[in-house]
């Protein structure tokens, strides 16, 4: 498949994505970029949502991780789910009850305009960290199977990239975000499921045959309970689901600014939970995929692709789609399925940045009638840059797996949120917030070198992802400590 074709292929699709912006913004203002007036529809946020919620990390590095982790996944998916419910049945009836743009607002009127920053920029830094990480790995796969052969350099690719969001997302913010998420997750699932049977095809079975099949066992077991020291242990993925979905959804802004477009509370709760009731199937097939293109590897001995001397599995799946002659049509529902994967998340990324700052930081509400807008656009384009500068840092940063790295840095990030939240919900007490910024560090800091030296600490213990609920612990810990005594608040 040529270079030429692929290109065209991801031009055609952006021009799709500006003919919905085209009908979706015509009217730029504020109330409309934040909050889409609250009249979406909520099956329609539930199914884009899909596509934000999986991104392109999940399209291409959960079937590569399948060699490493085997269907272990699975157990993060189930906690998922439950963290879902958590969102809906407590932190969505808050947010709506105090009529939220900016979640982090909670912060503001339960301790004080220091916990309401301190929160707001661990989202801005979980969030540019994270929608960095998913740009990183469809910015690398273009590079090495299109821009590569015109010896285009991986900078103008990540600014190309940055760009066209930037174009689609200027005007109309969460509006225009909310329909081109359902195209795009459209073409996400129709991928996966198109390739899946392509796969199928190539091999001696059909669906029913290939789960019944060695090939299939070799990499399937989801259940590890031998050994709680192993980061696969099934309590640990299924406890950092739980924690990973209720902080890294029901605590970022950019989910619940989704969610918070819907027209009431019941709207948006029945969208949460569909939500992760879908995520199941829909995380299954991605594994069976990676089954499928392990399998198919190993058959035809295709060599997974090597980008410094470091074996990716990520690039299997691009791989085997792009170069292994499987047809021009593997190719063009590749590309279409990683673009609608990778855009659906980055596009709602940057546009909750600029809503996060704009309010939480700049206080843009209180700005003047003709000072808004220009504000909220200047702020948009800056951060469209931090993302480019950050994308281009991790080409020599990382070496992981990218949705492990992925994973692991967001248990970090998201804990100090996670301890305010809590802290906030279930406590009276005030806190003196001069130490806040303290306690949220040290929270990070100790959690850090806790993961890194456990091992020798806690006899062989490798933590999984529930390194986040402790980071979150150590910060609930922290503002007890911090607590005003005579000075709880009043119900």
Request: aromatic residues 14%.
């Given at each position: 498949?040529?270079?030429?074709?692929?290109?065209?292929?991801?031009?055609?699709?952006?021009?799709?994505?500006?003919?919905?912006?085209?009908?979706?913004?015509?009217?730029?203002?504020?109330?409309?970029?934040?909050?889409?007036?609250?009249?979406?529809?909520?099956?329609?946020?539930?199914?884009?949502?899909?596509?934000?919620?999986?991104?392109?990390?999940?399209?291409?590095?959960?079937?590569?991780?399948?060699?490493?982790?085997?269907?272990?996944?699975?157990?993060?998916?189930?906690?998922?789910?439950?963290?879902?419910?958590?969102?809906?049945?407590?932190?969505?009836?808050?947010?709506?009850?105090?009529?939220?743009?900016?979640?982090?607002?909670?912060?503001?009127?339960?301790?004080g305009p220091k916990s309401h920053k301190t929160g707001a920029f661990f989202f801005l830094l979980s969030r540019i960290l994270i929608a960095s990480f998913r740009l990183f790995l469809v910015a690398s796969v273009l590079q090495y199977f299109i821009l590569d052969a015109w010896q285009i350099p991986f900078e103008l690719t990540v600014v190309l990239s940055i760009l066209f969001i930037w174009l689609y997302t200027v005007r109309g913010g969460i509006k225009t975000i909310v329909w081109t998420d359902t195209l795009q997750t459209f073409f996400m699932l129709l991928a996966v499921i198109l390739a899946v049977v392509i796969l199928l095809q190539q091999l001696p079975y059909d669906l029913k045959e290939f789960v019944g099949s060695v090939d299939f066992e070799k990499y399937s077991k989801t259940f590890f309970y031998e050994d709680i020291n192993d980061r696969k242990h099934w309590l640990k993925g299924l406890l950092g689901g739980i924690f990973i979905a209720i902080a890294m959804t029901g605590l970022d802004q950019d989910n619940m600014q989704k969610n918070l477009t819907c027209k009431n509370l019941k709207d948006a709760q029945?969208?949460?939970?569909?939500?992760?009731?879908?995520?199941?199937?829909?995380?299954?097939?991605?594994?069976?995929?990676?089954?499928?293109?392990?399998?198919?590897?190993?058959?035809?001995?295709?060599?997974?692709?090597?980008?410094?001397?470091?074996?990716?599995?990520?690039?299997?799946?691009?791989?085997?789609?792009?170069?292994?002659?499987?047809?021009?049509?593997?190719?063009?529902?590749?590309?279409?399925?990683?673009?609608?994967?990778?855009?659906?998340?980055?596009?709602?990324?940057?546009?909750?940045?600029?809503?996060?700052?704009?309010?939480?930081?700049?206080?843009?509400?209180?700005?003047?009638?003709?000072?808004?807008?220009?504000?909220?656009?200047?702020?948009?384009?800056?951060?469209?840059?931090?993302?480019?500068?950050?994308?281009?840092?991790?080409?020599?940063?990382?070496?992981?797996?990218?949705?492990?790295?992925?994973?692991?840095?967001?248990?970090?990030?998201?804990?100090?949120?996670?301890?305010l939240f809590a802290f906030g919900l279930f406590t009276k007490y005030k806190i003196y917030e001069k130490w806040v910024w303290l306690i949220t560090v040290l929270s990070v800091l100790i959690s850090y070198l806790l993961n890194t030296y456990s091992t020798a600490l806690f006899d062989g213990y490798n933590f999984g992802y529930e390194i986040l609920i402790l980071n979150g612990l150590l910060t609930f810990v922290g503002l007890f400590l911090i607590r005003q005594k005579n000075g709880k608040r009043k119900n």
């Open positions: 498949m040529s270079p030429f074709l692929l290109l065209s292929i991801v031009l055609i699709y952006f021009a799709l994505l500006m003919g919905i912006t085209y009908l979706t913004a015509k009217d730029d203002s504020n109330q409309v970029f934040f909050r889409a007036n609250r009249n979406s529809p909520w099956y329609i946020v539930a199914f884009g949502m899909i596509g934000a919620s999986l991104s392109g990390v999940t399209f291409i590095s959960v079937p590569g991780w399948v060699d490493s982790t085997q269907f272990s996944y699975m157990l993060i998916v189930l906690g998922y789910f439950l963290g879902y419910l958590t969102i809906a049945l407590l932190l969505l009836p808050l947010y709506y009850k105090m009529n939220l743009t900016s979640i982090y607002e909670y912060l503001k009127h339960r301790f029945k969208n949460v939970i569909t939500l992760g009731l879908v995520l199941i199937p829909v995380n299954l097939i991605f594994l069976i995929l990676g089954t499928l293109l392990f399998t198919y590897a190993q058959q035809y001995q295709v060599e997974i692709p090597m980008i410094d001397g470091k074996v990716k599995t990520d690039l299997l799946f691009p791989q085997i789609a792009l170069k292994e002659n499987l047809g021009t049509g593997f190719g063009i529902i590749f590309i279409l399925g990683l673009m609608a994967a990778a855009y659906s998340s980055a596009d709602s990324a940057l546009t909750s940045l600029t809503t996060s700052f704009s309010i939480d930081f700049m206080d843009i509400d209180s700005k003047e009638k003709g000072v808004k807008k220009r504000l909220r656009k200047r702020i948009h384009l800056i951060f469209s840059g931090v993302l480019v500068l950050v994308i281009i840092s991790y080409k020599y940063l990382l070496q992981d797996n990218i949705i492990s790295s992925l994973l692991l840095v967001s248990s970090f990030t998201y804990g100090p949120l996670l301890g």
